[in-house]
């Protein structure tokens, strides 16, 4: 069974500019998540999709981030315009409805100058 | 506000020996926890869960133990070996969602 697959790995951009991510989840997995993790923390969820729903974006900074999952399979999260302080690796996953066992992607490293 | 810690960023531990690492929580609504283990460039994944109606959970050299009354948990890895260095994150789901809340981690070292 493949993975959770995510593009690009490494994104290196300057302030104010913007940004896209792409997450393809484990197929038949209806729920996905975008979360963020700055260096030295854990996790912390942007996001919520079931199918192509959200269930909780009540931690994602809307006048920035926005997200999508349109035919409820692969994900974008985008950030327009970015700062200094959105560095960090943004991962992706994903869970067959109900199993409380998330799977995650290797995650995108975003440097931002 | 952090509602899962661990206190503990970082443990070094002798090959064959045992490992604990410790959680606490916040948060009295939760009632499932999961550690997570992550390899440096990679994405978490997946080790061990409990739920709130067991205070333990063995999977081979992992065993987790879970004190309600305490809001603690804590992973026990025996015996410890060299591909077990990684970086530790627990997690906690209320019961009311899904998302998971994690800690900071704790990077945990095994020499030989």
């Known amino acids: 069974e493949a993975g959770v697959a995510q593009s690009p790995r490494y994104k290196i951009i300057e302030k104010r500019q913007s940004v896209a991510f792409w997450c393809n989840p484990i197929s038949g997995h209806a729920t996905l998540y975008w979360y963020q993790q700055i260096l030295g923390q854990g996790p912390k969820l942007l996001i919520q999709f079931q199918n192509n729903g959200v269930v909780d974006d009540s931690q994602l900074p809307k006048d920035r981030f926005s997200a999508e999952r349109l035919k409820g399979v692969d994900s974008t999260l985008k950030i327009q315009p970015a700062k200094l302080e959105d560095s960090a690796v943004y991962l992706c996953?994903?869970?067959?409805?109900?199993?409380?066992?998330?799977?995650f992607g290797p995650g995108t490293r975003l440097t931002v100058l | 506000d952090q509602q899962v810690k661990q206190n503990s960023p970082s443990l070094s531990v002798q090959e064959g020996r045992i490992s604990i690492l410790n959680c606490d929580y916040t948060n009295s609504m939760f009632d499932y926890f999961l550690w997570y283990k992550k390899y440096p460039a990679e994405g978490p994944t997946f080790l061990i869960s409990?739920?709130?109606?067991?205070d333990k959970n063995e999977d081979g050299r992992f065993t987790v133990f879970l004190n309600k009354s305490a809001k603690h948990l804590s992973l026990h890895i025996v015996p410890s070996q060299p591909g077990d260095s990684a970086v530790y994150f627990c997690?906690?789901?209320?019961?009311?969602?899904?998302?998971?809340?994690f800690g900071k981690g704790t990077s945990l070292l095994v020499t030989p």
């Open positions: 997690a906690a789901i209320p019961n009311s969602g899904y998302a998971l809340n």
């Open positions: 996953a994903s869970e067959r409805a109900s199993t409380d066992t998330q799977y």
């Open positions: 409990i739920s709130s109606i067991k």
